[in-house]
């Protein structure tokens, strides 16, 4: 799995391998991590030095204390961001738009239709891929104008699902 992590502004693109090999930014690291007080106090082991770190979780930041400093962190997976990618150029603004499809998947259901009328953050679309149901929501108020998918249909990256004006 992929993951995007800020730390204190920087970003790093970080893989975990399904043999457990992690890769931060394209560079193989030596790491492990464990748990020593359940949700707070954890060692890690970085190319062969270790640490223990504090970690608390406030409003999706993590805030970790590592060696006497501290460290906002912030933390999404590929996933997510591929969602959340999908709606960001959309903003506010008027007229028609089309809601893309962000990965391939299978159409599990479509609660809206054609001329019904939707409120931002009102899901239009569930959408299954890598066995995860994802909700795909409106990004702005509006009207359903068109539907272009059916319960069951498998979609390709980038299909449009359903257009809003």
Do not use: C, W
């Not at 920087?10 to 992690?22: K, L, M, S, Y």
């Amino acid at each position: 799995m992929k993951y995007q992590t800020i730390i204190n502004g920087e970003t790093f693109e970080i893989e975990i391998n399904e043999d457990g090999r992690v890769l931060v930014n394209n560079e193989a690291r030596a790491i492990d991590f464990r748990e020593l007080r359940e949700g707070e106090l954890y060692s890690i082991l970085l190319d062969h030095l270790s640490f223990e770190g504090v970690v608390e979780e406030r409003d999706d930041i993590y805030h970790v204390l590592l060696g006497g400093d501290m460290y906002e962190v912030e933390v999404t997976d590929e996933r997510s961001r591929r969602l959340a990618s999908a709606f960001m150029a959309f903003g506010d603004a008027g007229g028609e738009i089309s809601i893309r499809a962000p990965m391939p998947g299978l159409i599990v259901r479509v609660p809206v239709a054609e001329g019904q009328a939707v409120q931002k953050g009102e899901t239009i679309i569930i959408l299954e891929s890598m066995k995860m149901e994802n909700e795909l929501k409106a990004p702005r108020d509006g009207v359903v104008h068109r539907v272009s998918v059916k319960e069951g249909e498998s979609v390709e990256q980038n299909k449009v699902l359903v257009t809003i004006a």
